[in-house]
């Protein structure tokens, strides 16, 4: 038997039916990237919760309200990124399927001149239809990004930040299209931002402590050799990066070390930039401020242990107080061995650093060091290594410690 509703309890029940949508979460609330493509156009979820930097960095770089350095022209410049690139790479096939762009140059070789730091969510996989960025290891991220198509990768967890998700079937079906276009099938043509619930609008993408890009001024000087100098017209300060970028025609522009003060480095008021250069050159500079920089500005009477499980191997290298020599000593899976180090390169931003050792026991090794952590004694943090055989070959990667 149906019981018999009062008039009062119908009228009860028919407000709760009006109220009861007001009531619900919007399920669109968020904070938006319209990505116009030439295929059409991606809606993207941004992770503002989980991955701040990366989200901070994708809306001001692509609104051009941040500054980056070209890689085209070697200048500073606040031109937006990603409209008018092309997706240069791509990747169709039963493991990895993506579309890459933001590179600035239209290869996989062009960047924004700085770095920052990876941001990973357990609850936030590469289960398809992603955004997420591009890097060359650990706390490299800059400006490439690149969408996923309609299956998992899971080699990409914990590799690569993901800053947005595709949820509609219309924007992931201009990701297919963009995919199936192939390599410089496709480009972008604009980036709007939408904010569509109250925590998108309180996210300050200005507040997040991204590396910030600045003109400098100084005097350039050249002894014979020749051996050019750069005398910033104020002392560089800890955790800032003189960013070097030379070019022999003004057409083409390559990035140098740049000279980093550390964490450890008192101040700098004078900074070699290159040596034996040739006869002419052109060059450009710019400074980049790492907030909180873990990364020293040198080696010297440092000792690096590098634990890299993937091949039983461990590594540790005790650096005299040049920083370019020392000694290796290193384990193999069956013994340890020593050997003297012949040669070292390290080039480093705030958060991550290049390493390049030889020594006269082992081939050269890379590795690609990203400081994620610090006590008093020691900086800690993750790493990929390679070995040069005719080429690099990586073998994988592990953890570090440096001492302080």
Avoid at 158 to 185: C, F, K, M, Q
Wanted: charged letters at 15%; hydrophobic letters at 40%.
């Amino acid at each position: 038997m149906i019981p018999t509703l009062q008039p009062a309890l119908i009228r009860g029940v028919r407000l709760a039916f009006i109220l009861a949508p007001l009531l619900l979460p919007d399920a669109e609330a968020a904070l938006l990237a319209h990505v116009t493509t030439t295929e059409g156009v991606i809606t993207t979820e941004l992770e503002y919760a989980t991955a701040p930097l990366a989200v901070a960095n994708f809306i001001t770089l692509s609104q051009g309200i941040r500054n980056r350095i070209d890689p085209l022209t070697g200048a500073v410049t606040n031109t937006p990124l990603y409209v008018g690139e092309t997706f240069f790479r791509t990747g169709d096939n039963s493991f990895s399927k993506f579309a890459q762009t933001g590179s600035g140059s239209g290869s996989n070789s062009g960047s924004t001149g700085f770095t920052f730091r990876d941001e990973f969510d357990p609850a936030i996989r590469h289960t398809g239809y992603t955004l997420s960025s591009a890097n060359s290891g650990p706390n490299t991220n800059g400006g490439q990004v690149f969408f996923t198509g309609n299956i998992s990768i899971p080699a990409y967890d914990d590799l690569h930040t993901i800053l947005g998700r595709v949820t509609d079937p219309a924007s992931r079906a201009v990701v297919d299209a963009v995919i199936a276009a192939g390599d410089n099938g496709s480009s972008i043509t604009a980036v709007t931002i939408e904010r569509t619930d109250p925590g998108a609008v309180a996210f300050d993408e200005h507040a997040q402590g991204l590396p910030t890009v600045s003109e400098v001024d100084g005097a350039f000087r050249v002894e014979p050799g020749p051996v050019a100098h750069f005398d910033p017209a104020a002392a560089l300060p800890s955790g800032t990066l003189l960013a070097v970028r030379r070019s022999v025609n003004l057409n083409q522009w390559g990035a140098l070390a740049g000279v980093f003060s550390g964490y450890d480095n008192a101040p700098v008021l004078s900074a070699k930039v290159d040596e034996g250069a040739g006869p002419r050159a052109f060059y450009r500079f710019a400074t980049v401020d790492y907030a909180g920089a873990l990364a020293p500005g040198t080696l010297g009477n440092r000792v690096l242990f590098i634990d890299a499980p993937d091949q039983g191997w461990t590594f540790t290298f005790t650096f005299d107080a040049s920083g370019t020599g020392g000694t290796c000593s290193y384990f193999d899976g069956a013994a340890t061995s020593v050997s003297n180090i012949v040669y070292v390169y390290y080039a480093t931003h705030g958060f991550s650093s290049t390493l390049l050792v030889d020594t006269d026991g082992l081939p050269l090794l890379r590795f690609g060091l990203g400081h994620d952590g610090s006590n008093a004694t020691h900086v800690d943090g993750r790493h990929t290594w390679a070995v040069y055989s005719g080429g690099w070959i990586p073998y994988g990667g592990g953890t570090f410690t440096l001492t302080r």
